[in-house]
C-alpha cells in the first residue's frame, strides 16, 4: 500500500475534465512515493521505502481510503524502482 501526496485544495471550482488534467500533471511529479503497508507475501520492499510506480500503474492501482488519507494498492510487480 503506497501513501499519495496529500492534494492541494484549489480555491478555484474546476471541472472534472481540469480537475483529472491536473491530477495527470500531478502524477508525473509523484518520483518518490512512500510505502505505507506490505502484504505477508511481499520479499523485496519494506514499510517506508521510497519507490516509483509508473503513470499507468499509478492509474490501474485500487484506490482505499484510510482514516483521512487515500492510499494506493498495487502488487509488488507494480513497483518499478526501489529508491
Known sequence: M???PEKKESALTLSEKDEAMIEEAEMR???KLNVHAIGEDVTEIKVDDKVYLTIGAIQDAERI???DAMKLMVNEGSIAIVW
Open 2 to 4: 503506497i501513501d499519495l
Open 29 to 31: 511529479k509523484w518520483t
Open 65 to 67: 481510503l484510510i482514516g
